[in-house]
């Protein structure tokens, strides 16, 4: 499968992303952004609100983000069903745990349990992401 880079603007201009259409348990959820620096899958605390995923506090991480701030990221007790559709090809399916993060902006994909379980190209120059399995 293979999918354009968005466009986002910021306080120096532009600049283009890779995101990915996502489904968390059969709910499309809409475009993730693929973080490949991001240890672990975070999800804003709210999304949860759609999935009613039961999270296991006990077992909550402390992170600091790239922009040093340090956050609280509560997993799933069970695994999520992670789903990537496109037209004419067959979905991509897999299984893993995500962490809920309250006040997360944006959907990120991260490596344990999710983009280790893709084969991801990256090509900046086209703009392009493609995903296999």
Known sequence: MEFNYTKREWSRGSVYVPVIPISLNGFPIGNALVDTGADVTLLPMELNDLLGME???????????????????IPTKKSIEYSIEQGGFRPILWKGIAF????????LLGQYQCLSELKITLDAPKKKIRIQQ
């Open 55 to 73: 999270l296991d506090r006990e077992k909550a991480i402390m992170f600091t983000s790239a922009g040093g701030e340090d956050f609280r990221a």
């Open 100 to 107: 809920f993060v309250k006040g997360q902006p944006t959907i």
